[in-house]
């Protein structure tokens, strides 16, 4: 299959290629297009066919449910059953209202019970479906031009880092879809908040930009699934990213806690006995620790307490350790107030849940 490229000013996109995108989509192919998180990969959503053909590019398993993006809030009463939560408004609920108003468009995805019109193919075969509205103007523009829902999961090979600038994706999905949208590099770097309404209490499943803070200043209590942090249970995944491995380099990846110093001493003792081993050693760290290790590929994820950076970071830094052929990789812990926890579950995640308590360690 040939990949058509399409490069767009995200500011001002040119909707003949717009057009062209969305006419693909009601034919039933697969275009990548991007969002303030990730670049994501996009299929009708109502179309089980299409929900396939992601899952085949991708090599994702099925039973890890899909994202549907919309463009309209009053379009969640044709995909979701909204009658059943506290009060309803123009046939979506205050509390789907609220939270619409404060962070749509914007990176929060949220879970309701499913209607009919969605097929379990795109759900990873759940009575819920995952919702959201991405900020981004060539992403709205695209959902608006393709029918109004797009299943869009992170357009990368499934397990890879995901794709934060359109080279990730040429790498991952060159020759497998009909289309990628360049709108270059995304503004945040980590995929959506997702919250599930479909309990008393809201729940976060996977944390991004939007905090449990945030969340809880609208709706008062909300939790955060113990997976998050938790190596995942055996259970069918109610949201993407929850089960299986994700955002994964090619090299092990390692986090490490503890004291600074401890940290150093421990990573620098491995890189050297690694290199005895032939093998090449990379390190994830602070700005201000950069001059720290003596590993021979040391990346960079901003300055100290600046989750931000590191989030925008994260998955290019990974992708580079491939590019570098890296056999092990030592990352730094970072902070987990605000998007910091986002960063980490994504590490986390990445690392099979492998962590090193370097204060142990030293004793």
Not at 17 to 23: E, H
Not at 267 to 289: Q, S, W
Not at 322 to 334: G, K, M, N, Q, T
Request: a negative charge; proline letters at 6%.
């Amino acid at each position: 299959m040939d990949t058509e490229i399409i490069r767009f000013n995200r500011e001002d996109p040119d909707m003949t290629g717009i057009d062209k995108a969305g006419k693909i989509i009601k034919e039933g192919g697969l275009v990548a297009f991007p969002t303030e998180t990730v670049y994501g990969l996009g299929g009708d959503a109502l179309n089980p066919d299409s929900s396939r053909k992601i899952y085949e590019a991708k090599g994702r398993p099925s039973d890890n449910p899909l994202i549907v993006h919309i463009a309209d809030v009053k379009d969640i009463s044709k995909i979701a059953v909204t009658d059943n939560i506290a009060y309803v408004i123009d046939d979506v609920s205050n509390k789907i209202a609220e939270l619409a108003d404060r962070f749509w468009p914007g990176p929060l995805t949220i879970i309701l019970h499913k209607t009919d019109a969605v097929p379990r193919e795109t759900t990873g075969g759940l009575d819920t479906v995952a919702i959201r509205m991405p900020s981004d103007p060539i992403a709205l523009a695209f959902i608006k031009a393709s029918g109004g829902f797009i299943a869009a999961p992170s357009a990368n090979i499934s397990g890879r880092p995901s794709p934060t600038e359109v080279s990730h994706v040429i790498e991952d999905m060159d020759g497998r879809i009909d289309m990628i949208l360049d709108g270059g590099d995304v503004a945040i770097g980590v995929e959506s908040t997702i919250l599930d309404l479909t309990d008393e209490i809201p729940m976060i499943l996977r944390p991004g930009a939007i905090t449990v803070d945030d969340l809880s200043g609208v709706l008062g209590e909300v939790r955060i699934d113990p997976a998050v942090i938790e190596d995942g249970s055996t259970a069918a995944p109610k949201a993407p990213g929850m089960k299986y491995r994700h955002y994964a380099p090619k090299g092990e990846l390692v986090i490490v806690t503890g004291t600074h110093k401890n940290v150093t001493d421990y990573i620098n003792r491995r890189a050297e006995e690694e290199k005895n081993d032939l093998l090449r050693t990379g390190v994830i760290c602070a700005d201000e620790h950069v001059l720290d290790y003596r590993a021979p590929f040391i990346k960079c994820a901003g300055k100290l307490g600046d989750e931000e950076t590191a989030a925008k970071r994260l998955y290019s830094i990974l992708r580079e350790f491939d590019h570098d052929e890296v056999d092990r990789i030592y990352s730094e812990a970072f902070d987990t107030e605000g998007i910091g926890n986002a960063v980490m579950n994504r590490l986390l995640k990445a690392a099979g849940h492998r962590v090193t308590d370097a204060d142990e360690a030293s004793d």
